[in-house]
């Protein structure tokens, strides 16, 4: 799927306020994946490789079959 960074920005936009109520929304980086994923600029794989990486170092967050202290 190609798309143009317009229209990505703006669809990013509404849907990352969305996500934000459920402490879901994306950071520049993680966009910048999306991104590239929606342009095949990167596989299915490196993008989930990637985004599991970047979430997994944010602070407070637990990937699964971590336990909670």
């Given at each position: 799927?190609?798309?143009?960074?317009?229209?990505?920005?703006?669809?990013?936009?509404?849907?990352?306020?969305?996500w934000?109520y459920?402490?879901?929304?994306?950071?520049?980086?993680?966009?910048?994946?999306?991104?590239?994923?929606?342009?095949?600029?990167?596989?299915?794989?490196?993008?989930?490789?990637?985004?599991?990486?970047?979430?997994?170092k944010?602070?407070?967050?637990?990937?699964?079959?971590?336990?909670?202290?």
């Open positions: 799927m190609k798309i143009t960074r317009q229209e990505f920005e703006k669809i990013f936009r509404r849907t990352n306020a969305s934000s459920e402490d879901a929304e994306l950071n520049d980086e993680e966009k910048e994946l999306l991104w590239k994923r929606l342009n095949e600029e990167i596989t299915d794989e490196e993008f989930n490789l990637a985004l599991f990486e970047k979430k997994s944010r602070p407070g967050i637990k990937t699964s079959g971590e336990e909670t202290p």
